[in-house]
């Protein structure tokens, strides 16, 4: 198991004790290559994620969002059994995929056509969060005094 040591981002960055779950949560993960998905950035704020779930009915397929983690599941009903395959390629297991969404990433829609499952997610940073521009004014009416203490300085 690799070992990652964030200690220098931690100092020089504020506010992301939260990374190393993120960072540890990935290389523990244990899943499997199914469902195949994408993750496709559609501009600065929108996203899309694609998995591929042939064989799959909308009924038979859940998505969910807890805690930051968009889990999508898929559970095939068993009315095949009567059917006798001679190779059967189409998977038909139940999976769970999940994906850890980043702060004020929302699941806006989704959509199944085709045998792919669409999942559009946007980022929408509330104003509060957002980058300011501070104006420059000119004049000492806004100006803090720093003064010299005899032998110590302020």
């Known amino acids: 198991m690799t070992t990652l040591d964030l200690s220098p981002l931690y100092r020089s960055s504020i506010g992301f004790d ?4 993120v960072f540890d949560t990935a290389f523990r993960s244990e899943q499997t290559g199914y469902p195949p998905y994408n ?6 704020n929108h996203y899309g994620i ?3 779930v042939a064989g799959f009915e909308e009924r038979e397929l859940s998505i969910q969002v807890e805690q930051g983690v968009l889990t999508v599941s898929g559970k095939k009903n068993k009315n095949n059994e ?5 190779y059967q390629g189409i998977a038909t297991r139940s999976f769970e995929r999940k ?3 980043a702060d004020h990433v929302e699941v806006t829609d989704a959509s199944l056509s085709n045998g792919l499952l669409s999942i559009s997610l946007v980022r929408e940073v509330p104003e509060a969060m957002k980058p300011k521009t501070i104006p420059i004014s000119q004049g000492n009416h806004n100006v803090l005094e720093h003064k010299k203490k005899e032998g110590k300085v302020a």
């Open 50 to 52: 694609t998995l591929a």
């Open 99 to 101: 994906f850890n969404l």
């Open 82 to 86: 009567s059917k006798k395959f001679l």
């Open 39 to 44: 993750i496709e950035t559609i501009d600065e």
């Open 18 to 21: 939260q990374l190393a779950s």
